[in-house]
């Protein structure tokens, strides 16, 4: 049985009770065996969750397994390449061609390199678009704020509840 259908039976069984269509005699039991039915069906789910509990970990230490081979992987093409680029400015060869791979030195896309970061952003602050501010909102302090009992138009504090497991 689903778990919205025995609540489904708890609730007309409730109704029935107050309603006197069930004997005094027997709203102990029958109370008992619905609750019973409830029971055995959340501890039923909540062991499944647990076990996907324990797969989500498993698979999350496997991703970082694969992560971790990934950044071997980019750590050896960088050495190859870094070897393979040194031994051809070592032989003055800018470029070499076979049969399977072309390989060449060029030039890469000139970098900006601030050597100044205070002076920058003084000139910058006279250019259009210069300098990119950002502003965020610390959450922090607005529920500081919040707790200290100080009305704000722009936020309120909201309660939840949720599920634990132990």
Same mark, same amino acid.
Request: aromatic fraction near 6%; hydrophobic fraction near 40%.
């Given at each position: 049985m689903k778990l919205y259908e025995i609540n489904e039976k708890y609730s007309i069984l409730l109704e029935s009770i107050e309603n006197g269509d069930i004997p005094e005699e027997c709203i102990k039991d029958t109370l008992d065996s619905v609750e019973g039915e409830l029971i055995d069906k959340l501890d039923n789910i909540v062991s499944y969750i647990k076990k996907l509990k324990i797969e989500k970990e498993g698979i999350k230490e496997e991703v970082k397994n694969l992560q971790e081979r990934v950044k071997q992987k980019e750590n +050896?093409?960088?050495?190859?390449?870094?070897?393979?680029?040194?031994?051809?400015?070592? &032989?003055?060869?800018? +470029?070499?061609?076979?049969? +399977?791979?072309?390989?060449?030195?060029?030039?890469?896309? &000139?970098?900006?390199?601030i050597t100044d970061e205070e002076k920058a952003i003084e000139y910058l602050k006279e250019v259009e678009g210069g300098l990119k501010i950002k502003t965020e909102i610390s959450k922090t302090v607005v529920k500081e704020l919040l707790k200290k009992g100080e009305e704000l138009e722009f936020a309120n504090l909201r309660q939840s509840e949720g599920l634990r497991i132990k």
């Open positions: +050896k093409i960088k050495n190859l390449e870094e070897y393979v680029f040194a031994n051809m400015k070592l &032989a003055k060869k800018n +470029k070499v061609e076979t049969s +399977k791979n072309v390989i060449r030195i060029a030039k890469n896309p &000139a970098n900006i390199v």
